[in-house]
C-alpha cells in the first residue's frame, strides 16, 4: 500500500513506541456508520470491523506493514503483518510463527512479529489499541490529502468518526502526552511519555507483569510504585552490582528502570519484544529525568 485510499485517516501519536529508529506512518477506518467511543481513561474503543495500519520504513525503505482489525464484539482483535519484498512492488503475508531479515546500513536483525506476539504487547488491560487514545492524538498534524494542519481529536470529532466525551467538548480541556523530542514541555512528561507507550501496556494495575509498577502517564511519581524501590527480581547484578532501586533518585546506573531500556541483552532488555537496539534518545531523556529528581515525593 503505498497510496493510502480516501477511507483511510492517517493519525499520529505523540509518543510513539521506539521500533529500531524505524519511521512510521498510520491509517484508521472504520465501518460506514460507526464512531469511536471513549473510555474513562482515555482509552479507545472502536467498533467490529475497525482497522488500524502501520507502515515501518528503516533508511528511506518499506520494510513492513501491520494490520490490526477488530474481529467481533467480545473485544477480539487480530493481527496481520505483510513484509515489502526488496524493490517495493509489492508486500508479502508473513506466517503465523512471524519472520526475521536483516535490515538498514548495519544489517540489524528486523522482526516480524508472530500472530501471538501481537498480543504481548496489545494487551487487553490497555485497552488492546494503544497508539490512538485521548492523550496520544491530542496535538497538531498535517493531514497530506489536504495539506492542511489541525488537532487530530477536533478532527474526528468534526468528521463525525469520534464520540465527544461529556464535559470536554474540545481538546484544549483534555490532557496531552509529551513527544520525547519537545524540549518545550518538562523532563519528566517526556520521560513518563516515554514510558506510557512503551512500558505501561503491561505494567499497570492488573497488567500481566508480577511486578507491582504502574508507568502510565497519569499516574503521579509517588503512586507509580517506582521511587526508590527495591526491585522484585535480581537479574540486573552484571549491570548494578550493589544497592539497585527500580528508580534510583539521582542515580540512573543504579536504576533498573533506566538499564533494562538501555540494554539490548534480550533476557532483560525493556520491552522484551519490538526492538533489538538501544533507543539512545529514550535513555538519555530517562537519564536526565532521574538524575534531576533528588529525592522521591
Not at 477511507?7 to 477506518?29: C, H, I, N, Q
Not at 506493514?65 to 493481527?79: E, I, K, L, N
Not at 542515580?251 to 519490538?274: E, F, K
Request: charged share 20%; net charge negative.
Amino acid at each position: 500500500m503505498k497510496t493510502p485510499l480516501p477511507a483511510l485517516v492517517p493519525f499520529e501519536p505523540s509518543a510513539a513506541l521506539y521500533s529500531d529508529g524505524a519511521t512510521k506512518r498510520r491509517w484508521l477506518a472504520l465501518p460506514d456508520g460507526t464512531t469511536i467511543g471513549n473510555e474513562d481513561d482515555g482509552d479507545f474503543t472502536f467498533p467490529v470491523g475497525s482497522v488500524l495500519i502501520k507502515e515501518f520504513s528503516v533508511e528511506g525503505k518499506r520494510v513492513e506493514t501491520r494490520f490490526f482489525v477488530r474481529q467481533d464484539a467480545d473485544g477480539r482483535w487480530a493481527g496481520y503483518t505483510y513484509k515489502w519484498r526488496a524493490d517495493e512492488s509489492d508486500a508479502d503475508l508473513v506466517g503465523i510463527d512471524g519472520a526475521t531479515t536483516p535490515v538498514g546500513a548495519d544489517n540489524h536483525t528486523w522482526t516480524f512479529p508472530s500472530r501471538a506476539q501481537c498480543h504481548q504487547c496489545h494487551t487487553n488491560v490497555a485497552g488492546t489499541t494503544l497508539g490512538p487514545e485521548t492523550a496520544q492524538l491530542n496535538h497538531m498534524i498535517v493531514y497530506p490529502a489536504t495539506g492542511r494542519t489541525a488537532n487530530q481529536l477536533d478532527t474526528l470529532w468534526a468528521v463525525g468518526m469520534l464520540d465527544i466525551p461529556p464535559g470536554a467538548p474540545t481538546a484544549v480541556s483534555l490532557p496531552s502526552l509529551a513527544n520525547l523530542a519537545d524540549t518545550t514541555r518538562t523532563i519528566e512528561d517526556r520521560a513518563r511519555g516515554y514510558l506510557h507507550v512503551n512500558c505501561a501496556n503491561c505494567h499497570r494495575p492488573a497488567g500481566p507483569t508480577f511486578t507491582p509498577l504502574d508507568l502510565r502517564f497519569q499516574t503521579t511519581l509517588h503512586d507509580a510504585g517506582i521511587c526508590d524501590q527495591l526491585p522484585t527480581i535480581d537479574d540486573l547484578s552484571g549491570l548494578i552490582p550493589s544497592d539497585p532501586r527500580i528508580f534510583a533518585p539521582g542515580a540512573p546506573d543504579r536504576s533498573v528502570l533506566w538499564q533494562r531500556v538501555n540494554t539490548i541483552d534480550g533476557s532483560i532488555r525493556m520491552p522484551p519484544i519490538g526492538r533489538s537496539l538501544t533507543d539512545t534518545a529514550a535513555t538519555a531523556v530517562l537519564s536526565d529525568c532521574i538524575t534531576a529528581t533528588t529525592t522521591c515525593p
